[in-house]
Nanobody
């Protein structure tokens, strides 16, 4: 197992910003891809964003494009998600995910292609 630790969730108002962090804890791990998914009550887990190390490129779900930015830390095993102009429909548990494989682009959007997951951090957007 590769422990992923998320932080940065909380309760914010519509239009506010929030930054989530994800770090691989306790061992050396070289990810091929790292990403963020979210799951709202009663809904399936949804792709938010991913970073593919081999091409140093970022990819976004349609619901967050233009508002969220994924970035990597100085260390290869850290990842951030900057969320701006948050909306009530962004309310969900946000999960960090990682996988050592260098997946093709189409595979990045599916949760089943990520072997390692964090515990999740709650983001609530409400006035």
């Amino acid at each position: 197992q590769v422990p992923l630790v998320e932080s940065g969730g909380g309760l914010v108002k519509p239009g506010d910003s929030l930054r989530l962090s994800c770090a691989v804890s306790g061992r050396t791990f070289s990810p091929g891809v790292m990403g963020w998914f979210r799951q709202a009550p009663g809904k399936e887990r949804e792709f938010v964003a991913a970073f593919k190390w081999s091409v140093r490129n970022s990819y976004y779900g349609e619901n967050v494009k233009g508002r969220f930015t994924i970035s990597r830390g100085e260390a290869r095993n850290t990842l951030y998600l900057q969320m701006q102009n948050l909306k009530p429909e962004d309310t969900a548990i946000y999960y960090c995910a990682a996988d050592p494989r260098n997946w093709i682009l189409s595979a990045l959007y599916s949760a089943q292609n990520y072997d390692y997951w964090g515990q999740g951090t709650q983001v609530t957007v409400s006035s």
